[in-house]
């Protein structure tokens, strides 16, 4: 089924190749067993606490939302959308990242 509201890994890196943003949500210690090189990490649990600025820095363009499988991603990425930001989930999240041998990075 059709979702608008997420996307294939293959899509999504061509997105961020573009200029899109990807946050990943996932803990400190997820991100450093390795992250997608140019994401930004916003975990889960500060998104209600850092709505205001994560409002007033990305209201007005699009990001991409990734996590380890997709179920934290689409939460997070629901939860930008009532803030006004549209944001798209990566199905699959880092998991299916690796899985088509797309470019990761370990460490900070």
């Keep these: 089924m059709f979702n608008k509201y997420a996307i294939n890994v293959l899509t999504a890196r061509q997105r961020q190749t573009d200029g899109t943003t990807l946050l990943d949500v996932r803990t400190k210690e997820e991100w450093r ?20 600025a994560l409002t007033r820095q990305y209201a007005g363009s699009d990001v991409l939302v990734i996590c380890r499988s997709g179920n934290r991603s689409a939460r997070a990425a629901a939860m930008f959308r009532d803030m006004g930001i549209s944001a798209i989930n990566v199905r699959g999240g880092i998991t299916a990242w690796n899985r088509k041998d797309l470019p990761i990075k370990k460490g900070q």
Aim: charged share 20%; glycine share 10%; proline share 5%.
């Design 33 to 52: 067993q390795g992250h997608v090189p140019g994401s930004v990490r916003v975990s889960l649990d500060s998104i209600q606490q850092r709505r205001q």
